[in-house]
């Protein structure tokens, strides 16, 4: 099929593309590089088109035939219907020569001797791609020609339908169908299967080039000279399904409308019947079956990717989409031209196009954040442009990334860095300004109710719903960070005002004025705090490097802080109940994050860790001037403690506070010594019976970390203060928690709803403590925690009704054992002293109490799968025993022997088999629904096997329901559908394998029932259940390990318990067998060849099983 005349001219530049190719594969780099430069020539020359079509028509060289497909590609977007280049009638012609050429091309290379070097992988998917993209373009464009006109028998755009999907059907369908009988002679069987093999690659073609929208495209294709430098451009990003075929986004939805109609369900059913005539025998012949290997993987790779086809209920030929789109392109062609014509800006750019395109940015904010109706489509409205907000920031955010690499590479360079400038000046001006203005301005629509909505509790913060956004705005801002932080100071500056006034009761003001202002000035400090520091999370953050450098002697960074974390924090802090009514419980808490996120960074930098700051910095926040502030701190902690004893959010935020200080070495060197620290741990102490709940651990924590953070630092007191702090409060716990504990009538009152309150207050407190752990405070906290360990078992017996409290319980001790960190290696006694207060708690968990169903499955919501955290003591208890058992991966000797045939409370293996039988006895499908529990329960079965299968094989001669739910779990394991669960079972039976190897071989007849118990279950996942390829070949080691181990048992009965239930049982028995021989042989002694082998067979016997 020829589609262009010869001429000298085309076999001359057929010429140097065989000379290019030659170049392009010779060592030499300059020839390389040569050849390179040829080929990138030849897409951006005017004959480009002509020049591939001809290469493809009458060259052999793959790689000649590649970069011919790439220029095709590289010339599609501008390319028209009818007469595309001199030597091309039309785009029908040129797409039917493609379509011809992939067949035609596969047939000749399968009867060639090497077929895989002259029709490679690589060539054959860029031809098919090349094939269906241009068949795309050439259906948009012809679909544009007739966009909104009705559909009826004599309409145009019936006519062009009816012509794409008759091609498509018949084309595809015809090379899909399998021959029958296949074909007995090696030539012809050969040029059968390349048709199929091309048929199935065109479908998956389909698939790409017509699911998707191009993130490449372009909106207006109208111009060839746009759409060939977008082209241009998309060569150098990520590589997505779909080619740039340039067309607007109306046009690929009509595409993929019309595939999704009329062809899809065709080419499904074509190829789910060429998968299933694969595998039956109904085709079979007495020739060789490799091509049904072929055929197997190539209809499954076709099969998935059908499969993933993304379905649009949007119907762009019936809707007004058209009308819409056409009334946008305009405007959009405006921002294109702009972005694209401005290829040397400078920082006096203000041009009427460069104003036309930022100016949408303000309208995108101002829609984004001003929603003035609750109504349902305002609030889908504002999922849309919340979302464009977050598109629109970061391609600013990747513009500035790559102008920071450009400065990198080409600082001396003065063109990079006036467009620097001019960059950083249009975020400031036209983003950073708008951003923030829209926040404001949203926030000012506060009616009375929304007023009294923002005093209350809130499950979302603003700071977490918005974290990406926040974060990507602050480092845009930070390119012209002292204007920015001007700005923020002068918009900050009149709220401030107000709420100063407020607090010194020198002004009145209504609920929705004082609404807005708290709104605003929240957002305010958000973004402010964003912008000066980064999280304080880890490490100690730095000083952004922006507000670093600067060298102003009024730094901005310094008095925004001074304006909001000193004066304003002092206004709503000093005041009593003045300050009060000044700030909600909001705006506190917004303040509290504000000061830890500026504090650790900013305040008493030491000098050793070496972090960069400024002359102004130093001054307001470094030597005594920074002590003072820090003394200036804990004072309005201490008041904020006071003023907001009943509100949890705050509280939880001041010790957040606490937290961030240990974050910084240089203040921790100074806390310490400060009186105003003592008089905060104080007022935290007198007022523990006054904090709402779960606020008593989150203070204890903090308070105790800064102590031993202090503590570590030469320049700190002695280690006496801060026992001094702990004894002030582990002797409050103590009093509160032994006092009630040791009542003679505790039993009695200890159903007393205040009764209750303290315990769970003191466990909080407890936990809090466990969570304040650091090494130099691990064994101090252990020693008194430990006291309670006791208790601990009894409060389970007590309150064997009310789940609430042994979940409480079990969060004490995970979080104890998870902050001491035992894999790591910690002392014997600690270790020991954990293992038997879990035993002692887990023989309360199991008596016999007034409940009828275990404690950990029942609650006070109905169903634990519905409470806030789904079967969270199950969760804990499997956590507990995989960080117990982290202390037999480290070492630690925890007494006893591992040949005593009873069990040990002190030892982690037996603390940890017992609580691994215990769990066993409590799962059931509703809790293994959860995600959290499932992993554990993975995680638990691997620690066993990896650490204890010799104590659990040993004990199975007293215990042999222990090893019966052992071998129960890892067939559980391996057949969750979670990947890594999976994988963890089937390491837990390599490890299992093992340990019978070395230490059990023979193995005893209990033994022999479990092996063969795990070796029935992995046959039955390797050959006739859902199985995740990636798992194949652990899967497969598993099962090898397994049946050398029981080499010398009656391995029949294994393979007969493994085929119970199977409906193809003949199959199965079959392929079993010979997994097992050829294990067994001579082959077998080599996993990674036994495994090689298995896995090519795999495929078709789990399709002989598992299909019907």
Request: charged share 20%.
């Amino acid at each position: 099929m020829s589609l262009v005349t010869a001429s000298p001219h085309l076999q001359e530049a057929l010429a140097s593309i065989h000379q290019a190719s030659a170049e392009f594969t010779n060592p030499d780099p300059q020839l390389r590089a040569k050849g390179e430069a040829t080929f990138l020539a030849l897409r951006q020359s005017e004959g480009a088109l002509d020049y591939a079509a001809f290469a493809l028509e009458h060259s052999h060289d793959p790689l000649v035939l590649f970069q011919s497909f790439n220029a095709v590609l590289f010339v599609l977007p501008s390319l028209a219907a009818q007469q595309p280049s001199q030597g091309v009638a039309s785009l029908s012609l040129l797409r039917d020569f493609l379509l011809h050429f992939c067949v035609s091309r596969s047939e000749q290379s399968s009867r060639s001797a090497d077929a895989a070097a002259s029709w490679p992988q690589y060539l054959r998917s860029r031809a098919y791609q090349t094939a269906i993209a241009v068949e795309k373009r050439l259906l948009g464009l012809e679909l544009a020609q007739h966009v909104g006109q009705p559909s009826g028998a004599n309409s145009g755009l019936d006519t062009v339908i009816q012509a794409h999907v008759g091609l498509l059907n018949t084309q595809l369908s015809s090379l899909l169908s399998l021959p029958s009988p296949w074909p007995v002679d090696a030539a012809e069987s050969a040029t059968a299967l390349a048709r199929i093999v091309t048929g199935l690659g065109l479908v998956r073609a389909v698939v790409d080039e017509f699911i998707l929208t191009s993130a490449n495209d372009v909106f207006d294709s109208c111009s060839s000279d746009r759409g060939r430098s977008q082209s241009a451009q998309s060569t150098s990003k990520p590589v997505v399904p779909g080619s740039a075929v340039g067309l607007n986004l109306l046009q690929h939805r009509q595409c993929k409308a019309l595939i999704q109609n009329h062809v899809l369900a065709g080419l499904m059913t074509a190829v789910f019947q060429l998968l299933y005539n694969t595998i039956s025998d109904d085709n079979a012949s007495s020739s060789a079956d490799s091509w049904r290997h072929t055929l197997f993987f190539q209809a499954v790779s076709a099969t998935e990717k059908l499969l993933g086809w993304t379905f649009t209920r949007f119907d762009p030929f019936s809707s007004n989409a058209w009308q819409q789109q056409s009334r946008s392109q305009n405007e959009d062609s405006v921002l294109a031209t702009g972005v694209d014509e401005d290829d040397e800006p400078s920082a006096a750019s203000t041009s009427s196009s460069g104003k036309k395109t930022l100016s949408p940015q303000h309208h995108i904010f101002g829609l984004a954040f001003h929603r003035p109706k609750d109504t349902d489509e305002e609030d889908d409205l504002a999922v849309l442009t919340e979302d464009t907000v977050d598109v629109l920031l970061a391609c600013w955010q990747a513009l500035v990334s790559s102008l920071r690499q450009q400065d990198t590479a080409h600082t001396q360079d003065t063109h990079i860095r006036v467009f620097a400038q001019t960059i950083h000046g249009s975020i400031r001006d036209q983003v950073f300004a708008p951003y923030v203005t829209g926040r404001l301005e949203a926030a000012s629509i506060v009616s009375g109710e929304d007023d009294m909505s923002e005093v209350e509790e809130v499950a979302a913060k603003d700071r977490d719903t918005y974290s990406d956004q926040l974060i990507t705005i602050a480092n845009l801002a930070r390119t012209s960070a002292a204007d920015n932080l001007r700005a923020l100071a002068q918009l900050a500056q009149p709220l401030c005002d107000k709420l100063t006034a407020k607090s010194q009761r020198q002004a009145s003001f209504t609920d929705v004025e004082m609404g807005q202002t708290w709104e605003q000035i929240h957002w305010l400090i958000l973004i402010a705090g964003h912008v000066l520091a980064d999280d304080a999370q880890g490490e100690t953050p730095e000083i952004p490097s922006e507000i670093a450098s600067s060298g102003e002697p009024e730094d901005p960074a310094v008095a925004l802080i001074m304006q909001l974390g000193m004066q304003l924090l002092q206004h709503l802090s000093a005041f009593g109940p003045a300050s009060v009514e000044a700030t909600s419980p909001q705006v506190t808490e917004t303040l509290l994050w504000f000061t830890g996120r500026w504090t650790s960074s900013y305040l008493l930098i030491d000098e050793r860790s070496g972090f960069a700051t400024n002359a102004a910095i130093q001054r307001a926040f470094g030597d005594q001037a920074g002590r003072q502030v820090l003394t200036f701190l804990l004072q309005r902690l201490s008041e904020n403690l006071q003023l907001w004893m009943s509100d949890s959010d705050v509280l939880q935020q001041l010790a957040q506070v606490l937290s961030a200080f240990t974050r910084s070495s240089g203040i921790m060197i100074h806390l310490l010594q400060l009186p105003q620290m003592e008089q905060l741990v104080s007022g935290i102490v007198s007022g523990l019976d006054h904090l709402p709940a779960n606020t008593h651990g989150a203070l204890i924590a903090s308070v105790v970390s800064c102590i031993y953070s202090g503590a570590t630092h030469s320049d700190a007191p002695t280690e006496r203060s801060a026992e001094f702090y702990f004894k002030q409060i582990t002797a409050s716990i103590e009093t509160r928690f032994g006092t009630l504990l040791s009542r003679a009538d505790f039993s009695s009152i200890s159903q007393r709803s205040d009764v209750i309150s303290a315990v769970q207050t003191s466990l909080d407190m407890l936990e809090g403590l466990a969570t304040s752990i650091q090494p130099n405070s691990a064994e101090i906290v252990y020693n008194f925690i430990a006291k309670f360990f006791p208790a601990f078992s009894q409060l389970v017996s007590v309150y064997d009704t009310r789940p609430e409290m042994g979940v409480s319980v079990l969060r004490v001790l995970h979080t104890l054992a998870l902050s001491l960190e035992l894999d790591f290696g910690a002392e014997p006694f600690v270790v020991m002293g954990l293992n038997t207060a879990v035993w002692s708690l887990m023989e309360a968990l199991q008596g016999l109490g007034k409940k009828k169903t275990h404690l950990l499955l029942v609650s006070e919501s109905g169903s634990p799968l519905d409470d806030d955290v789904p079967y969270e003591g199950l969760c804990l208890l499997v956590e507990l025993l995989v960080e117990l058992s982290g202390s037999a991966r480290a070492g630690v000797d925890d007494g006893g022997s591992d040949q005593e045939p009873t069990l040990q409370p002190s030892k982690s293996s037996d603390v940890c088999l017992v609580g691994f039988e215990h769990v066993l006895s409590l799962l059931s499908a509703e809790p293994l629904n959860v995600p959290r529990l499932r992993k554990g329960v993975g995680r638990l079965t691997s620690s066993v096997f990896a650490l204890f299968s010799g104590r659990l094989i040993l004990l199975s001669s007293t215990n042999p329901a222990l090893l019966n739910k052992a071998v129960e779990a890892l067939s559980l394991c391996i057949r969750m559908d979670d990947n890594e669960t999976a994988q963890l079972g089937l390491e837990s039976i390599v490890a299992l394998c093992k340990v019978v190897t070395h230490h059990f071989t023979p193995p005893p007849p209990q033994l022999v029932g479990a092996l063969h118990g795990v070796l029935a279950a992995v046959l039955r996942l390797v050959l006739a259940e859902p199985l995740d390829s990636s798992l194949f070949w652990t899967c497969l080691f598993a099962l090898s390990s397994l049946i050398k181990v029981s080499r010398g048992t009656e391995l029949g009965q294994a393979l007969s318990k493994a085929g119970e239930g199977v409906e193809n049982r003949q199959a199965f028995d079959q392929a079993a067998r010979e997994l097992v021989e050829s294990a067994l042989s001579d082959r077998g002694q080599n996993d990674a060849d036994w495994i090689h082998d298995s896995k090519i067979k795999l495929p078709r016997w789990r399709g002989l099983i598992r299909i019907r």
